[in-house]
Each structure stands twice: as structure tokens, then as C-alpha cells.
């Protein structure tokens, strides 16, 4: 696979030992995503990986309608009462400051990952994955959020089926250049969702009147994506996340048909606007 290194980033070394040092001793980690298709896989990729890993991993998606996006500081208290040691964010937080240090205050950790444009002052996690920062050692700088959260699964060692899909889906509904390293994620990813036995995305693409095994950037683009992305707009994210993790086929067909039941009230609402 033609894809830079993920140690291109200077501190990819320091974010895998802190994540091998909290799985080996079992600290709590939460992931803490975003509500829309990157930050939903993003998620979603990187909680898989950790699990695989044997990691005492949770997840949290904020509501885009009660918090808004990135890090608050209502839900980082209510996971630090549960004693989490170690905060991995996706496809956010490079400009949530005050949170971080709200987080540092109570001695846990935070590992940042993201891609969105970075503030003057930078925020003082333990490490910012991010292309955008000129320091970051990382030659390109569009990927998107699962894009840099790939990377970091890749250094962690996750194989190919568990990534690349997600990345690619991404990758498309973020609408980031197509160009260098987007394209070979999204070629590549493309040929593992023909092969995908994800339960989630089967099932959605079946509900879409689509077979996943020849599924291209068009039907992930207008099809696909929008119905995750209705999930966090119109109603709760988690129902995205719930359908990604389906380990049946009635659970998974029966959210992705709640999935596009959104998506067609989102259609409706922004043609009768």
C-alpha cells in the first residue's frame, strides 16, 4: 500500500505508548468522537481497533444539539467520576483549551486527534495528532478525521478490513481534496467495502437499493452519507455508531432503516426551508 508512514507524525510513538501502557494496566479510556460521517467512523475504527486490543475502551458522541461540537465540560466531568485515565478525541478538540486543561486538572491524559485548523495557542494535550500543525512532521495535510485516526490504528497495528473502509467513507463525506494520499485511502477503501462484511454498512446499502460489493464514491457520497449524517442532525449519533457495531442482521437492518427514515425527513425539511 502506497500510504506515508504513520510515524511520519513526531509524536505517533508517544500517543501508541501511552495507549499500550493504559490497555496493559487497564485504564479507563474514553474515545470521544463528533456527529457526523468522519467523526461517526472515526470513531467507530478506533474504538474497534482498541477493543480488539483488549482495551477497557468506551465511547461518547456529543449531541449537536445540546453540546455542540468537541469537548464539554458537563460530559468530561461525568467521565472523570468513572475514574477515565486517558481521553482519545476524533476528528475535534484542537481548539478545546479550557476542556483539556479541565481534564489535565484531574491528572488524565488526552491524546488528541484531529484535522480542523489549529489555533494560536495550542491546547496542552499530551499529544495533537494533526496535519494541519506545521510541527507535526506530517507531509500531507488534507487528510480528514478518520484519515488521522487511521493512522494512529495503523501504528497500533490494526489490520487493513478494520480501517480502510471507514477511512474511505470519510474520507468522501468530508469532501477533502482527492488528491496524493485521499485518493490511494479512498481507492483502496473502495475495494474493501466490495468485500465488507460489515452488518451496518450491508445493511444500509441495501436499504439504499445498493449492493455494497460495487458501491462507489457517488453512492457514499449521496446515499451513504447522508444517512449518517442524519442520525446526528435529526435525532442521536449513537443510532450511527449502534448500526456500525450491529453484531446482528435484524438489529442492523432495523437501524438502517431508522437511518434513512432520517435522512428522508432531513430531505423534506430542507426542501420545504
Not at 92 to 114: G, H, P, R, Y
Amino acid at each position: 500500500m502506497n500510504f506515508t508512514s504513520p510515524y511520519a507524525f513526531k509524536d505517533m510513538q508517544k500517543s501508541v505508548e501511552r495507549i499500550i501502557k493504559a490497555i496493559e494496566t487497564q485504564e479507563k479510556i474514553v474515545i470521544w468522537g463528533d456527529f457526523d460521517a468522519d467523526g461517526v467512523t472515526s470513531t467507530c475504527l478506533l474504538f474497534k481497533t482498541l477493543e480488539h486490543l483488549g482495551a477497557n475502551v468506551e465511547y461518547y458522541i456529543p449531541s449537536r444539539h445540546k453540546e455542540n461540537h468537541g469537548l464539554n465540560s458537563n460530559a468530561i466531568v461525568k467521565f472523570l467520576t468513572k475514574k477515565v485515565k486517558l481521553f482519545i478525541t476524533v476528528d475535534c478538540a484542537s481548539n478545546d483549551e479550557k476542556e483539556i486543561s479541565l481534564i489535565k486538572s484531574f491528572n488524565a491524559d488526552v491524546i488528541v486527534t484531529d484535522h480542523h485548523d489549529i489555533p494560536a495557542e495550542l491546547p496542552e494535550a499530551e499529544v495533537l495528532l494533526n496535519p494541519k500543525l506545521e510541527t507535526s512532521g506530517y507531509p500531507f495535510r488534507e487528510l480528514c478525521g478518520a484519515g488521522v485516526a487511521m493512522k494512529l490504528a495503523v501504528a497500533l497495528g490494526a489490520e487493513p478490513t478494520t480501517y480502510l473502509g471507514f477511512a474511505a467513507v470519510a474520507t468522501v463525506c468530508d469532501i477533502v481534496t482527492l488528491l496524493e494520499e485521499n485518493r490511494t485511502i479512498v481507492k483502496l477503501g473502495l475495494q474493501q467495502l466490495h468485500q465488507c462484511s460489515n452488518l451496518g454498512l450491508n445493511a444500509l446499502a441495501e436499504g439504499n437499493q445498493l449492493r455494497l460489493s460495487a458501491i462507489n464514491t457517488g453512492d457514499i457520497g449521496y446515499r451513504i452519507g447522508p444517512c449518517i449524517n442524519a442520525s446526528g442532525r435529526l435525532a442521536s449519533a449513537d443510532l450511527a455508531m449502534q448500526l456500525l457495531l450491529a453484531a446482528d442482521e435484524t438489529t442492523a437492518m432495523e437501524l438502517a432503516s431508522e437511518l434513512i427514515r432520517l435522512n428522508e425527513e432531513r430531505k423534506e425539511k430542507t426542501q420545504s426551508c
